[in-house]
Structures are given as C-alpha cells and as structure tokens.
C-alpha cells in the first residue's frame, strides 16, 4: 500500500502573507509539518505541493520532496479539492493524506495514530 503524505504550501495567503514560511521559534512554520510527517513514520513520501521555489527550499532543507504545481493551483480563489486532484493525477497512490502546514503543533505521533486509524477503519467497511 503507497501512502503519501501531502502539504500544501501556498504562498498566496491574504491574512498573513507567506505564513507557510512565518519564523516560529526560529524555523520555518511549514518545517513542523514536514517534520511529523516524517516523524510519523506511516508516509513512503513526503511531499510539499506548492508553486513558490521559495517553500521548494525549504521543503527539501527538512527531506521532503517537492512538487511544483501549476501557478493557476496557487490562487486565493483554488479549491482544496482543485488542488488535491492535481496531486493525485501526478502522484498515484492508495491513499494522500493532506498534512496540515498550519498545524505546528501536530506530532509525528499523532500523525500516525490518525492514519493508522483511518487505515484500520476503512478495511472494515
């Protein structure tokens, strides 16, 4: 079974511009997301889908792999759903699980514990 973790890192926020790339505690927010996933230990890959180089770097300084979607997928008005279609069509898998970048407080353990969770239920039904 391939499962991919995906974050979605947009550079286009209005509220607060480049938050994926905000300092807290000195690193990069969206690091903390790269780094449960990872942590995790449930993901064959870990992947940054974003359109902005800048997030690219970052992605790969905490050893996750990029994909560079289409500038059109980085609006303001993209849908979610929009977004993760595009993913997938690139990245066929059994299961993407979106891995919120704005969730710095998420841990690996509570990353694996839901997708194990999901895992578990969804081969009951």
Known sequence: MTVIAMIPGRMGSERLPVKNLALIDGRPMISYAIEAAIESGVFNRVVVNTVGEAIGAVARQYGAELY????????????????????????????????????????????????NHFIRTSRKS
């Not at 699980?97 to 710095?104: G, H, L, R």
Request: no cysteine.
């Open 68 to 115: 560079l979607r289409d500038a059109t997928l980085g609006s303001s008005e993209t849908r979610s759903d929009e977004v993760v279609y595009d993913f997938m069509l690139h990245h066929p898998s059994d299961i993407v699980a979106w891995v919120n970048p704005t969730s710095p407080l998420q841990t690996g353990d509570e990353v694996r514990n839901v997708i």
